[in-house]
């Protein structure tokens, strides 16, 4: 298959990227948080769409709170994810998890581990929390596999391919979503684990609605197919930033209490895993990923 052409504009991308990259990789750990700090202003600043969309969402999930309130979340949501791509990007220099693995704190491991003795595989599913791109290489470093995670490829092909390298040099095997459920199988036939995130909007016809935040909300049904129909086990797990600690705490095993060959079921267990994300996020609001128009596809009828 003949490659895509790639434009100028994504090399000039790929060329900022490179320059970032290399000056982070080159910077004291002092002027990376001063970097980070300078970049929660750009960020808000450079992206006036993305700020709307923040202050909407949290006004969606927080009808109750003040404007102040909200508005110090908003503050405190761009300084996290500053933090985080600062982090990522130095990572993405020095393929080098020591220095992460060196302040992660793992809750409750023994659970994914009893799991894996059952020689089935397991999904583990989490959301765009805290960083989850720490998740693979965590789970990577202590149980000594490698985890399969499922993605969608990055608009520009040279960031892609140099993230991707990225990714898998930390311990991660990059699935990529489109025609996957062969492969995901397959690796669950073999013992592995897959990481799927659940917690962004979908169209109608690949998920379900759901209550989130008391509105209605789309969310994929990947685990809930799998866990009902195949017997897959089911772990969630969520990484979150206590000050500078990482931690990474795994829940216990997915239990349906209901009939799974009930109609409803699949909806039903979708539902139970969305309320999981939505107690780890009103623990920690402004490790969540609000950039994303997490409500944009409405029930047929409503209006957006």
Known sequence: MQEKRVSFRQRLEYALFQGMVWLLDHSPSWLRRLEAKALGGVLKM????????????????????????????????YRHFSRVFIELAHAVACRDRRFILERTQIIHLEILERVLEKKRGVIVFSAHFGNWEWIPPILSARLGKEICSIARPMDNALIEKRVRAFREALGSRIIYKRGSLRTILKRLENNEIVLLMIDQNTVPREGVFVEFFGRKATAVTSVSQLHLKRGIPAVPLFLHYEGRQIVLEVLPEVQYGGDGDAPEAVGRLTQQLTSLIEAQVRRFPEQWFWFHDRWKTRPQGEKR
């Open 46 to 77: 450079g992206s006036p769409r993305h700020a709307r969309l923040v202050a909407r969402n949290l006004e969606l999930a927080f009808p109750a709170a003040g404007k102040r309130w909200r508005s110090a979340l908003e503050k405190a949501v």
